[in-house]
């Protein structure tokens, strides 16, 4: 029985990908691993779910959508903001606790026939506000080390709000600098700073949000190959349609800049292969900790 149960072929449901599932699609086309990261209700389920979802309605960026390996994960982080949930104001659930490890898949392609496969991070807040704090902490997000790009989210509704406008950005940068001081981002690294839920933002403090973008530029740039700042809205307010700022950050993304990731300097004869050895640097999120 416990062969039979060995010998089983796990076949995925789809809500997410794991690491190692991850790893074969990085390995069988040029792929952009993109960690979207930022404090507790920042925006960062909606920034990817919805980003699926403008793809439902045609083209979008210049490209149509290719596919997905995670469609019942991407349809679950929409399903709050469409008419179906019957909610009037559309939501996004909070990531749990047990979904940090976890992927999500999307394929594009260009009139070309380029393709363009993408894998998110769907990483809940929480991790972030203790990473932000400690060097420790940061290097359990391994994933940062693999990284071809790294989105640190800054809540829009936050940066307008007097008494939150300062914390919205100091988490941003405190979390930006405790990736750096740790290790886990570098000179190699390509990191967008993204002002979120911009059509609750328009017009209001936009002097205050463009200074405090510049400080984060000045303070951190010269300690990363990219970084550039982005203003996203991902529901329709007003004259705001959902999408907005996504296509430029969307190109940003499928530019895939490799960056070199030292593999882990443990036992060689814990490896048969170099392609082991590869997969070993795929654990993807959190230590097991966050799990107990
Ligand atoms: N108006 C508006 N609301 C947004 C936008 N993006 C996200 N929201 C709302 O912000 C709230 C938090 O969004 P999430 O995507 O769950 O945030 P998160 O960063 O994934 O949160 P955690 O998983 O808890 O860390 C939800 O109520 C979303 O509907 C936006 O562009 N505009
Ligand atoms: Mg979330």
Redesign the pocket.
Known sequence: MADEKSKAIRFSDGEFLAASEGGEIVRSSPTSVVVVA?M????????VGELYGLFHKGPFAGHIFAGSRTLPGFERRCHL?RLCSEREV??????GFGESHDLLHLRLAAPNGTRSDILFSDI??EAFHIAADSADECRKITILKRANHVAI?VDGKKAVDKPERQRAFAGPDSLLRQCLDSGMLDINSNVQIVL?????VAGQGDAFINDKFEWLIERHCNRLATLTVHK????T?GPICAGLGMDELLQTWITVQSRYVIPPTVDNNLYHSEFDRLDATWQVALNRRYHD
Do not use: F, Q, V
């Open positions: 930022g507790a209700r920042s925006g960062k389920t909606t920034l903001a559309p939501d996004t659930e909070r990531t809940y807040g989210l979120t839920k911009w059509d609750l996203t809205a991902l529901r307010n």
